[in-house]
């Protein structure tokens, strides 16, 4: 069984930052793409920041702010965010492909809160 754990969030002034991790745990025998997502009360979950087959995407909002990375040897994703503003505010979800014996599925972390405000 592989479980995503994200920790990391929490309320933070506008532009401070904050450091997002993704750990995830279990019989993994590899993962593939990774990405974060966010989710603000009322919209859709929109993609943040990814990367798929070592290409890494930002959205447009998020661009020059934000940076996504792995450690490949922790089975773990970051996300720093910097310059954070109060339209950043949203539930964050990390999401990895992994491969296990069972074949290749994606699996999404259990969200954690950030709060940009004064």
């Known amino acids: 069984q592989v479980q995503l754990v994200e920790s990391g969030g929490g309320l933070v002034q506008p532009g401070g930052s904050l450091r997002l991790s993704c750990a995830a745990s279990?019989?993994?025998?590899?993962?593939?793409?990774i990405g974060w997502f966010r989710q603000a009360p009322g919209n859709q979950r929109d993609l943040v920041a990814q990367?798929?087959?070592?290409?890494?995407t930002y959205a447009d909002s998020v661009k020059g702010r934000f940076t996504i990375s792995r450690d490949f040897a922790k089975n773990t994703a970051y996300l720093q965010m910097n310059s954070l503003k109060p339209e950043d505010a949203a539930v964050y979800y990390c999401?990895?492909?992994?491969?296990?014996?069972?074949?290749?599925?994606?699996?999404w972390g259990q969200g954690t809160q950030v709060t940009v405000s004064s």
């Open positions: 990367i798929t087959r070592d290409i890494t």
């Open positions: 999401k990895f492909t992994i491969k296990t014996m069972d074949g290749i599925s994606e699996y």
């Open positions: 279990g019989r993994i025998f590899n993962i593939y793409d």
